[in-house]
């Protein structure tokens, strides 16, 4: 079954410790994006990925980090969480641009609250 | 300036009856897409219909059609004969620049309409 997944689903920690989000396709995908869902702003992009190894910011990536060593995964690095950084996340990803015959994929988000 | 407004916080519609959920986007690319989300309250993201720029006719995905207004910058999404499994946050989104084209694909998004069924 084709799949984004996200791990862990639900998580919460405290300030300062370091957490990672996994995200990881089986598509096959070139292009892999974060986002955070934070009520009454909608999604806003933070990293993206457009193959192996070429990552760029996105709209909201102060404290975060990316990497994308394997083109299947993509994973979000919180190195030292803030209370702000407490949000729903998403990870996508697509074969390559967005197009009505290239299905979007979203994993099933990851809620992260930071105390 | 928003890119993409979505004015109505929330619809409410009689089950069997259509919905019109409203978006509008400010872009002055020639060349974008839009998107509609669908949001249950498990919180998935579930893609539902894409409209290309270029695209002359209006898309339609089962229930759910698009009705495409170029010159007023219009996306409105149309759910007929609504089920009380529609009920969700729904998302309009837009990817400016071509398909392909190298540059990011990001999406972005409205601030969503809550939509309730009522059977």
């Known amino acids: 079954e084709a799949q984004v997944t996200q791990n862990p689903r639900y998580l919460i920690t405290v300030t300062g410790k370091k957490l990672t989000v996994t995200c990881s396709q089986n598509m096959n995908h070139e292009y892999m994006s974060w986002y955070r869902q934070d009520p009454g702003l909608g999604l806003r992009q933070i990293y993206y990925?457009?193959?192996?190894?070429?990552?760029d910011k996105g709209d909201v990536p102060e404290g975060y980090k990316v990497s994308r060593k394997e083109k299947r995964n993509f994973p979000l690095i919180l190195e030292s969480p803030s209370p702000n950084q407490t949000s729903l996340y998403f990870c996508a990803s697509s074969l390559r641009g967005f197009g009505s015959n290239q299905p979007q994929h979203f994993g099933d988000g990851t809620r992260l609250s930071i105390l | 300036a928003q890119k993409i407004t979505q004015t109505q916080p929330g619809m409410f519609v009689q089950e069997k009856e259509a919905v019109t959920l409203d978006c509008t986007y400010d872009t002055s690319d020639q060349s974008y897409g839009l998107f509609w989300y669908k949001q249950p309250s498990s919180g998935e993201m579930i893609f539902l219909i894409y409209?290309?720029?270029?695209?002359?006719q209006n898309a339609t995905e089962g229930r759910y059609s698009l009705n495409f207004q170029k010159a007023r910058k219009s996306a409105n999404l149309v759910i007929s004969a609504s089920q009380l499994g529609d009920s969700a946050m729904y998302f309009c989104?837009?990817?400016?620049?071509?398909?392909?084209?190298?540059?990011?694909?990001?999406?972005?998004f409205g601030k969503g309409t809550l939509l309730t069924v009522n059977p």
């Open positions: 990925s457009m193959n192996v190894e070429v990552t």
């Open positions: 989104a837009m990817r400016e620049g071509p398909e392909g084209g190298g540059s990011n694909y990001k999406l972005t």
């Open positions: 409209q290309g720029s270029y695209d002359e």
